[in-house]
T-cell receptor, first 115, second 111 residues
Framework: GAGVSQSPSNKVTEKGKDVELRCDPI?????LYWYRQSLGQGLEFLIY????????KSGLPSDRFSAERTGGSVSTLTIQRTQQEDSAVYLC?????????????FGPGTRLTVT | AQSVTQLDSHVSVSEGTPVLLRCNYS??????LFWYVQHPNKGLQLLLK??????LVKGINGFEAEFKKSETSFHLTKPSAHMSDAAEYFC?????????FGAGTTVTVRA
């Protein structure tokens, strides 16, 4: 079946502009996660959703970052007033449910470049 | 708090020889541990996982890992490397929802 998809695959934006990154999880997966992969910080957790709720937003780097999930499916990560340090690959994952035994399936990522 | 330390940033092996990637973990409770692989310009793929069942875990593509609580280790091995194993490998520890990644080990396979 279809895996996790993300769009766009690449995004180049000017410093100060807002960007939206989209994630389509695997159908039927109730949990959705956002991670960021950058040269300086490695792979880091940003936020997760259980259904449409985000119980843990502690990984969001600043208040310029926000995320929402609607209909228990698609999620959007929004970065306002982008900065050069936001340049990274943003990864989305989904799992059937929450719990340590549930595998997180990753999408191919969105490569964000802020110029 | 939980974390993992990958002891080697880069490992180079000859095709057909064994591969060993070392990982130590820190967790305040019984951990769930994973190894993920990332091929160039590809997404993360789960190799194997440990969730408190058998301590020797077998994964895809001939990889396996052994959980050793006394050593807080979860090393990844493969008896015979293949050219297609060239990639970056991440050791990961999990709480109920959050994956904490190690810094990664880049594997190079020499012909």
């Amino acid at each position: 079946g279809a895996g996790v998809s993300q769009s766009p695959s690449n995004k180049v934006t000017e410093k100060g502009k807002d960007v939206e990154l989209r994630c389509d999880p695997i159908s039927g997966h109730t949990a959705l996660y956002w991670y960021r992969q950058s040269l300086g910080q490695g792979l880091e957790f940003l936020i997760y959703f259980q259904g449409n709720s985000a119980p843990d937003k502690s990984g969001l780097p600043s208040d310029r970052f926000s995320a929402e999930r609607t209909g228990g499916s698609v999620s959007t990560l929004t970065i306002q007033r982008t900065q050069q340090e936001d340049s990274a690959v943003y990864l989305c994952a989904s799992s059937l449910a929450i719990g340590r035994g549930y595998e997180q399936y990753f999408g191919p990522g969105t490569r964000l470049t802020v110029t | 708090a939980q974390s993992v330390t990958q002891l080697d940033s880069h490992v180079s092996v000859s095709e057909g020889t064994p591969v060993l990637l070392r990982c130590n973990y820190s967790s305040s409770y019984s951990p769930s541990l994973f190894w993920y692989v990332q091929h160039p310009n590809k997404g993360l793929q789960l190799l194997l996982k440990y969730t408190s069942a058998a301590t020797l875990v077998k994964g895809i593509n001939g990889f396996e890992a052994e959980f050793k609580k006394s050593e807080t280790s979860f090393h990844l091995t493969k008896p015979s490397a293949h050219m297609s194993d060239a990639a970056e490998y991440f050791c990961v520890v999990s709480n109920d929802y959050k994956l904490s990644f190690g810094a990664g080990t880049t594997v190079t396979v020499r012909a």
